[in-house]
């Protein structure tokens, strides 16, 4: 069903999934796309990159406090004093240092970045985009 939605290709390969590919969330959310018959592409944080002004408009839309990940290991190894002076500009930073702060994964959908993922979050993303 969900698969109609795209079928015009008007959105095949404006959606991109972001992460790191040995992540258990990042897997299920695949599954989830692959199941559901959704085009993407997958862009893997360490072996692809990161650009600072993808990161920034990351930022900009959503918020440090939604892009970055603080119950991850990599939050905890940062020093208290980072953590607590956390900016959308600090963060900008400390991401292009360690962009395993990102909470994964992070779903473009060329309209809209979602993080995190649950098969009802994604239901409700790709029921809501009709072409």
């Given at each position: 069903?969900?698969?109609?939605?795209f079928?015009?290709?008007?959105?095949?390969?404006?959606?991109?999934?972001?992460?790191?590919?040995?992540?258990?969330?990042?897997?299920?959310a695949?599954?989830?796309?692959?199941?559901?018959?959704?085009?993407?592409?997958?862009?893997?944080?360490?072996?692809?990159?990161?650009a600072?002004?993808?990161?920034a408009?990351?930022?900009?839309?959503?918020?440090?406090?939604?892009?970055?990940?603080?119950?991850?290991?990599?939050?905890?190894?940062?020093?208290?004093a980072?953590?607590e002076?956390?900016?959308?500009?600090?963060?900008?930073?400390?991401?292009?240092?360690?962009?395993?702060?990102?909470?994964?994964?992070?779903?473009?959908?060329?309209?809209e970045?979602?993080?995190?993922?649950?098969?009802?979050?994604?239901q409700?993303?790709?029921?809501?985009?009709?072409?």
């Amino acid at each position: 069903m969900l698969a109609g939605l795209f079928a015009t290709g008007r959105l095949s390969g404006l959606i991109t999934l972001y992460g790191i590919k040995n992540c258990d969330t990042v897997k299920k959310a695949r599954q989830w796309l692959d199941l559901h018959g959704i085009e993407y592409r997958f862009h893997d944080f360490r072996a692809d990159g990161l650009a600072p002004k993808t990161v920034a408009g990351w930022l900009q839309e959503l918020g440090w406090e939604s892009l970055v990940n603080r119950r991850s290991t990599s939050w905890k190894a940062l020093d208290e004093a980072t953590r607590e002076g956390m900016d959308n500009s600090s963060a900008l930073a400390a991401i292009m240092a360690q962009p395993t702060l990102i909470k994964r994964p992070l779903l473009d959908t060329g309209h809209e970045r979602f993080t995190g993922f649950s098969a009802a979050s994604y239901q409700a993303i790709f029921s809501k985009h009709t072409l």
